[in-house]
């Protein structure tokens, strides 16, 4: 199960949870609470149902970096995964070996080779979620090797991008 920290604008925090993902809805788990909230989707655009009957159509952006911004509502929330593997970025001092995909996409562009020599920071692959291109830098100083996708490769949430040596 893939944990983050929900960081609001205020300084709040929660503990979130995926438990499910469906086709139609997804089980999230905040806090002590547990919602059911469906999937609704429009071309490229999904949008969740909540329990109360409003919909919400998230964006997902770059952020500070202690995490991924995602704005609900006009609301801005940095999630910060916890465990589980690798964080795509602002995983400050990581030694974890593989990078991977914080969200479902299509890769567009891959921009290092393997044996490349890399720098914390430094971008490394392109993906385009949502309609929106996310650059995913590296979390860490190092080099190149292994790589698990192509450019035009659709990735699943959690997907191995690529590896450190």
Same mark, same amino acid.
């Given at each position: 199960?893939?944990?983050?920290?929900?960081?609001?604008?205020?300084?709040?925090?929660?503990?979130?949870?995926?438990?499910?993902? &469906?086709?139609?809805?997804?089980?999230?788990?905040?806090?002590?609470?547990?919602?059911?909230?469906?999937?609704?989707? &429009?071309?490229?655009? $999904?949008?969740?149902?909540?329990?109360?009957?409003?919909?919400?159509?998230?964006? @997902?952006?770059?952020?500070? *970096?202690?995490?991924? *911004? @995602?704005?609900?509502? !006009?609301?801005?929330?940095?999630?910060?995964?916890?465990?589980?593997?690798?964080? &795509?970025?602002?995983?400050?001092?990581?030694?974890?070996?593989?990078?991977?995909?914080?969200?479902?996409?299509? @890769?567009?562009?891959? =921009? $290092?080779? =393997?044996?490349?020599?890399?720098?914390?920071?430094?971008?490394?692959?392109?993906?385009? &979620?949502?309609?929106?291109?996310?650059?995913?830098?590296?979390?860490?100083?190092?080099?190149?090797?292994?790589?698990? @996708?192509?450019?035009?490769?659709?990735?699943?949430? !959690?997907?191995?991008?690529?590896?450190?040596?």
């Amino acid at each position: 199960m893939r944990r983050w920290m929900i960081e609001t604008r205020g300084g709040g925090t929660s503990e979130a949870a995926i438990q499910k993902v &469906a086709r139609d809805h997804v089980i999230v788990r905040v806090g002590d609470e547990t919602f059911r909230l469906e999937i609704r989707r &429009a071309g490229d655009s $999904v949008a969740f149902v909540l329990p109360s009957g409003r919909t919400v159509t998230p964006f @997902v952006g770059p952020a500070a *970096e202690t995490g991924q *911004e @995602v704005l609900v509502d !006009g609301r801005s929330l940095y999630l910060s995964e916890m465990g589980n593997g690798a964080r &795509a970025s602002g995983n400050n001092g990581s030694t974890q070996k593989k990078v991977c995909s914080q969200m479902p996409g299509r @890769v567009v562009k891959l =921009l $290092v080779t =393997l044996d490349d020599e890399v720098v914390k920071g430094q971008g490394l692959v392109i993906l385009e &979620a949502m309609k929106m291109e996310n650059e995913v830098k590296a979390n860490r100083d190092g080099r190149i090797g292994g790589m698990f @996708v192509s450019e035009g490769d659709l990735v699943d949430a !959690g997907a191995d991008l690529l590896e450190f040596e």
